[in-house]
């Protein structure tokens, strides 16, 4: 079956890095997009990055344009992101997962999550 695994989540210092990795097992992983949301406690889970099936378009939410890049491997079907520059809100636990269609910013139109990594940043 289809399964996404998070790693690479952390307890990190304002202005520090963190790389989260997204393994995928189960499915062509090079047939389709995928992307990255985040769910702060008590906040609705929300857009991150989205990369497509060949790593050539990606795209990112505003807050993190510029400090966040995704990208992918799809020899050994994993997805990253390099976190640079962060700040305390972007503390939250990160999800990776597998777009179905639809826009790509909409949680709804990505399935097969993962369990999430946690990341904190400490101000």
């Known amino acids: 079956q289809v399964q996404l695994v998070e790693s690479g989540g952390g307890l990190v210092q304002a202005g520090g890095s963190l790389r989260l990795s997204c393994a995928a097992s189960?499915?062509?992983?090079?047939?389709?997009?995928m992307g990255w949301f985040r769910q702060a406690p008590g906040k609705e889970r929300e857009f991150v990055a989205r990369?497509?099936?060949?790593?050539?378009?990606?795209y990112y939410a505003g807050s993190v344009k510029g400090r966040f890049t995704i990208s992918r491997d799809n020899a050994k079907n994993t997805m990253s992101l390099q976190m640079n520059s962060l700040k305390p809100e972007d503390t939250a636990v990160y999800y990776c997962?597998?777009?179905?269609?639809?826009?790509?910013?909409?949680?709804?139109?990505?399935?097969?999550w993962g369990q999430g990594t946690q990341v904190t940043v400490s101000s």
């Open positions: 997962g597998l777009q179905i269609g639809g826009t790509y910013y909409t949680g709804s139109n990505y399935s097969y």
């Open positions: 189960g499915l062509a992983f090079r047939s389709y997009a």
């Open positions: 990369i497509d099936t060949s790593g050539t378009n990606t």
